[in-house]
């Protein structure tokens, strides 16, 4: 007998094990639960509502799965707050898990449109879609997506299915542990400014990978940074063709720390690429490589537009007051993801300079006729076609240095 509470979260309250009670000593979730569930994720599945309810609009879901299902409170979110009848399927390989699932499941009389089996999430993925196979995944663990890819993507729909994979396990994927990334998600990771930005691209290079030896490619519809996680909500496609094309988008980034250049290479260009471009600047720092990684987009500019919508015109979501903000912040940096961020504070560091307001020198670079924005990764970054030397010298005359 577990001690139970009762939560809620958007429009939806469910039960689970009493945090105040198991979590005591380390203050914080853990593993150790008997039933695991983290508020702080709250606004992870705030977003991947507001992002499923944009899906919806031009795209059927009729069986979605959510293979690690803990408590059940995200796929419970989904079915109570997205419009339709889609069914879902939710696994865990905690019995109490389970039991706590389906307590949920009946507290709101969905019987008839969920389920939860217990047993091995990458089993379960493929046995379970093998009469019907899933239209949406939803990948959420404690740790690395990467053990699970395979089968969620073999258990979507083989013409399209949507994707969502959270990853926890950041100092893999930040350049702490650069070999186990290399072995995870398929390539290097390093320690940069940008290293947020890293993550994602080294997890969205992982599921392009798998995709492609699905006979598949990938559509990247939104990527989530905050906290101590990132999460990419990605369409699968079956199309061979796309994903033959699609191997121009994978490459590798080049970053100097001794003068902050960044430079991308396709990875079929890798062979052919002559000396890193900052050599001809006097610098003679040794660059570092990450990768390879998807170098494409990071979001579907109609999706985000569609979600600002369904955002302004529906006053009782109840989501966390970020996710306005964010979902601003990545309409913003949308058409210029193709260039990393930079961050000025770290900008400033390297050349003894005092940071100016962040919005003062998008103004100014954009007076200069330099593209500019902010990005959703971290407040003190922005995105900018302006060079470094450009950027470096646009903070200059502002602080007024001689």
């Known amino acids: ?7 809620t979260e958007g429009r939806t309250s469910f039960l689970s094990a009493d945090l105040d009670h198991y979590s005591v000593s380390q203050k914080q979730p853990t593993t150790d639960l008997p039933v695991f569930y983290n508020p702080i994720m709250r606004l992870n599945r705030d977003l991947s509502v507001l992002f499923l309810r944009t899906y919806l609009q031009d ?17 419970l979110r989904y079915l109570n707050e997205c419009p339709g009848q889609f069914k879902a399927l939710m696994f865990d390989v905690n019995p109490i898990a389970v039991e706590m699932a389906q307590k949920n499941i009946e507290r709101h009389r969905f019987a008839d449109r969920a389920q939860v089996k217990k047993g091995d999430a990458k089993v379960l ?15 959420d663990p404690f740790g690395s997506p990467a053990p ?7 258990s979507l729909k083989p013409r399209e299915g949507l994707l969502a994979l959270t990853a926890t396990d950041m100092p893999v994927l ?11 998600y398929g390539g290097l990771s390093i320690r940069a400014p940008f290293v947020h930005e890293l993550a994602v691209r080294l997890l969205m290079g992982s599921a392009y990978s798998v995709a492609g030896m699905n006979d598949s ?12 996680y990132i999460r990419v909500w990605l369409r699968v496609e079956g199309s061979r063709s796309e994903g033959n094309l699609q191997a121009d988008r994978m490459g590798l980034i080049r970053y100097c720390k001794t003068c902050m250049r960044v430079e991308i290479v396709p ?7 002559a000396g890193f471009s900052h050599e001809t600047d006097g610098c003679g720092g040794k660059p570092a490589v990450a990768g390879p990684l998807w170098t494409g987009n990071l979001f579907d500019s109609s999706m985000l537009h569609e979600a600002q919508k369904i955002l302004s015109s529906d006053d009782d979501l109840a989501f966390d007051k970020r996710v306005s903000k964010l979902l601003a912040l990545m309409r913003e940096e949308v058409r210029l993801t ?20 962040t919005d003062t020198v998008i103004q100014t670079l954009k007076e200069c006729g330099h593209a500019t924005s902010r990005t959703h990764f971290r407040p003190t970054a922005i995105r900018t076609e302006a060079s470094v030397s450009d950027l470096v010298r646009a903070i200059t005359d502002l602080a007024g240095v001689k």
Not at 125 to 139: A, G, M, P
Not at 148 to 154: M, P, V
């Open 1 to 7: 007998m577990i001690v139970e509470k009762e939560y």
């Open 267 to 273: 990875v079929k260009k890798w062979a052919q690429a």
């Open 338 to 357: 193709g260039i990393p961020y930079i961050d000025l504070h770290e900008v400033c560091d390297l050349h003894n300079l005092t940071p100016p307001k």
């Open 125 to 139: 993925l493929l046995t379970e879609s093998r009469n019907q196979r899933f239209d949406f995944v939803d990948v």
């Open 217 to 228: 490619s990938i559509v990247p519809l939104a990527v989530l940074s905050t906290n101590h």
């Open 59 to 75: 795209r059927p879901v009729e069986l979605m799965c959510e293979p690690l299902a803990g408590s059940g409170v995200r796929t």
């Open 174 to 184: 930040c350049g702490v542990y650069p070999n186990v990334a290399l072995r995870k």
């Open 148 to 154: 699970y890819l395979n089968a969620a993507i073999q």
